[in-house]
């Protein structure tokens, strides 16, 4: 089971979650989701648990609990979306011209 974790303190750290879900079972791999540019955290992560039983209960008892001194949400992680298409107001300008009202492509 891929469980998201948001709204976490920027201190937080790979091992941090890691530790925090291990209490509810197995972890296959807990990351804190970091910016390429800053490299500072983002503030959310992921953690996998091979039991979904496991997952399930550390969902319900996680979700909306303060860890750091922030009242973090923990769900189950939904697919990335696809991308393609609708890139949700980019390349508002008129006519042919592709470079779009001024805002700046970014690939997560």
């Known amino acids: 089971m891929n469980i998201f974790i948001s709204n976490l303190s920027y ?3 790979d091992a941090d979650l890691n530790q925090l879900f291990s209490e509810y079972g197995e972890i296959s791999s807990a990351k ?23 997952g399930q209960k550390a969902i319900n008892e996680l979700n909306g609990c303060e860890y ?18 609708n ?13 779009g009202g001024g805002y700046e492509r970014r690939r997560y």
Do not use: C, L
């Not at 500072?40 to 992921?46: A, D, I, N, Q, T």
């Not at 750091?68 to 298409?85: L, S, T, W, Y």
């Not at 949700?88 to 006519?95: D, F, S, T």
């Open 87 to 99: 890139r949700g107001g980019y390349n508002r300008g008129g006519g042919n011209d592709r470079r």
């Open 68 to 85: 750091d001194g922030k009242v973090i949400n923990v769900n189950v992680a939904k697919p990335k979306e696809n991308r393609d298409g």
């Open 32 to 54: 804190v989701i970091m910016d390429r540019e800053t490299g500072r955290s983002r503030g959310f992560g992921f953690v996998e648990m091979p039991d979904e039983a496991a």
């Open 11 to 13: 201190s937080v750290k």
